[in-house]
């Protein structure tokens, strides 16, 4: 029988949502072995004055199994 745990972060990116997850997710692999998949379950961005894309943001949960 597996356990398997689901944490919740934060992250961000100049770049693009994609960039935002793959971000969050290389950051909790240096602390979180066996992560299985991710789901995103929000997108923010932030604008300039002109209402151009400035950052992305990503609210996402990861899901690993523990051993």
Do not use: H
């Amino acid at each position: 029988m597996s356990v398997a745990k689901v944490i919740e972060l934060n992250a961000a990116s100049e770049k693009s949502m994609e960039d935002a997850v793959q971000r969050g997710l290389n950051k909790a692999a240096e602390s979180v072995k066996n992560i299985k998949g991710a789901w995103v379950n929000e997108v923010k961005v932030v604008t300039d004055e002109s209402g151009n894309i400035t950052e992305w943001r990503v609210n996402m949960k990861v899901n690993f199994i523990v051993k």
